[in-house]
């Protein structure tokens, strides 16, 4: 069972920025991957970024550009760098990891952009 931590959220004002943390209990260069995903109220949750054990990055074509998911093996945490927030960023993020063919989820961290 892998457990994942995030931390990092709050308010911010438009065009401002942020940085998540995602803290996991294993070695994450183990795993297949890592990601963060979003769910903003009333909507679906929508996938942002993943880095894989390789450290190929993909990110979702919105966040392209504004931001940057990073690791930190001896910590065994991912980060979510987030610039020039928008208010349409306002969402609960999770951080997911990928490993021996299961996925798991952290419980999420608050991220609110005001206008």
């Known amino acids: 069972q892998i457990q994942l931590v995030e931390s990092g959220g709050g308010l911010v004002q438009a065009g401002g920025s942020l940085r998540l943390s995602c803290g996991a209990s294993?070695?994450?260069?183990?795993?297949?991957?890592m990601g963060w995903y979003r769910q903003a109220p009333g909507k679906e949750r929508q996938w942002v970024a993943s880095?894989?054990?390789?450290?190929?990055?993909k990110y979702a074509d919105s966040m392209k550009g504004r931001f940057t998911i990073s690791r930190d093996n001896a910590k065994n945490t991912v980060y979510l760098s987030m610039n020039n927030l928008e208010p349409e960023d306002t969402a609960v993020y999770f951080c997911?990891?990928?490993?021996?063919?299961?996925?798991?989820w952290g419980q999420g961290t608050q991220v609110t952009v005001s206008s």
């Open positions: 997911n990891a990928q490993f021996r063919g299961h996925t798991f």
């Open positions: 294993g070695t994450i260069y183990s795993y297949t991957f």
């Open positions: 880095m894989y054990n390789s450290g190929t990055t």
